[in-house]
């Protein structure tokens, strides 16, 4: 069964500091990973998603790098700016083949605070 | 163009009664899914539906909970008999294709008493 683990599980950090945000994940058969935002009393809005065949994927301020034999993916976001406020999740999709392979399996997010 | 979109926003109920969450997803998607998230248990999947394949319900905690799709757009997620433990938020997502990205709506907050 897939675990995934985020940590920290909060994180508080002045505005303009460059940070990261980790994600594990137990079974490396994974389709891709995505990371998520989700503001209070909202849905998720997808930041970025990596195919598994692939190292990383940048959009602006946010880099997300992907390791899938060590089963780890990591989110840098670069000077942190206050509405960057959020909880922060990471997903896997598990490989094509096996049952299930449709659903996404969540870690229990990084609640991530910029202080002006 | 319009995104996912959820109904009711909010939902009180006692226990015992039945309760309908529906389900816009993106015209055009032919993959919708429905998660639940509780402050014990994270974000959970429950059931998904990808075109006229029968759903994958693996994720329904029990035989009170059903969903279906009526005509490959609109879902409704069905909670009979509902618990106290059924309290949480239930959020409905879609995408293009079963492997395309999740987009999700902003979810039932559901309350039982």
Redesign the interface.
Known sequence: KQEVTQIPAALSVPEGENLVLNCSFTDSAI??L?W?RQDP??????LL?IQSSQREQTSGRLNASLDKSSGRSTLYIAASQPGDSATY?C?V?RR?GG???????????TILTVHP | GAG?SQSPSNKVTEKGKDVELRCDPISGHT?L?W?RQSLGQ????LI?F?GNSAP?K??LPSDRFSAERTGGSVSTLTIQRTQQEDSAVY?C?SSLM??Q???????TRLSIL
Do not use: M, W
Not at chain 1, 99 to 109: D, V
Not at chain 2, 101 to 107: C, K
């Open positions: 389709y891709n995505q998520f009393g909202k849905g998720l809005t997808s998603l999740l997903a999709r094509a049952t299930s392979y449709g659903k996404l399996t969540f870690g229990q997010g | 996912v993959a899914y998660y994270g974000l959970e999947f998904y990808q994958d693996s994720g959020l997502a079963i492997y990205p999740q987009h999700f709506g902003d979810g």
